[in-house]
């Protein structure tokens, strides 16, 4: 596993795993690993790599902070895309949340480090594309089911879209209870959440850790699920 910065000293090992993802059974050559370090005052580092260079010319580093309730205090990413469809070939940027402002410092294809701020909705939600990190943020969606909600989502592909967008949406995720589903051969009682045009079902266990998706497009199925997981008790 890739990282921006290595765990240092202090940290304390909370959980790690890794994603592997399916196409009609298929294995696909992109993975996400990702470990959990704790801090004292309980804030976590998510640490995670994305290589899916082979299978769709993309590669993400990540490394989140977040507090003791969840919520995200800070985020570094570096991306690189091979044929960068939506104009960014290289990022360099740390997103930071200080109350009711965003700031982002940000390197972009090569160019200088620039800067900019923007109003955050404190009441809102972040949601990262990234399947380490929504666990609790599927949680906290299920519960506005079918009730406004603002959202915040980094968009870190798109240079028109940079560095995110804020939108206030019906929430279409409900919770639809517990389910013993199997992975790698053993039981797992997990949560399951579904959005409200039942193409995509995630199953997120009692730490906030998604451990399977499922989703259709068109006439494909795409299933993801964690292996190597480990997690302190």
């Known amino acids: 596993m890739r990282y921006l910065h290595v765990v240092q000293a202090h940290e304390r090992f909370l959980a790690s795993g ?23 005052d309980q804030s976590r580092f998510v640490r995670i790599d994305l290589d899916a260079w082979a299978e769709e010319g993309k590669s993400i580093l990540a490394e989140a902070l977040l507090g003791a309730d969840d919520q995200l205090m800070r985020i570094d990413i570096r991306y690189e895309s091979r044929d960068s469809p939506g104009g960014i070939k290289t990022l360099a940027a740390t997103y930071q949340i200080e109350e009711d402002t965003l700031q982002v410092g940000y390197a972009m294809n090569g160019g200088d480090r620039r800067y900019l701020e923007r109003e955050f909705a404190t009441d809102g939600l972040v949601d990262i594309p990234l399947l380490a990190l929504r666990g609790s943020v599927l949680g906290a969606l299920a519960r506005y089911f079918e009730s406004p909600v603002k959202v915040f989502v980094p968009m870190f592909e798109h240079a028109q879209l ?9 929430s279409p995720v409900e919770s639809l209870g517990e389910e013993c589903i199997s992975l790698g051969g ?4 997990a949560r399951r959440y579904r959005y409200h045009d039942k193409a995509v079902s995630y199953w997120v266990d009692q730490n906030n850790i998604v451990v399977k998706r499922v989703n259709s497009y068109k006439r494909d199925e795409f299933i993801v699920s964690i292996r190597d997981y480990a997690h302190r008790n």
């Open 162 to 170: 940079f560095p995110g967008v804020t939108r206030e949406i019906i």
């Open 186 to 189: 053993k039981a797992l009682r």
């Open 18 to 40: 890794r994603y592997s993802f399916l196409k009609n059974g298929e294995t696909l050559q992109k993975r996400e690993s990702w470990t959990i370090h704790e801090l004292g």
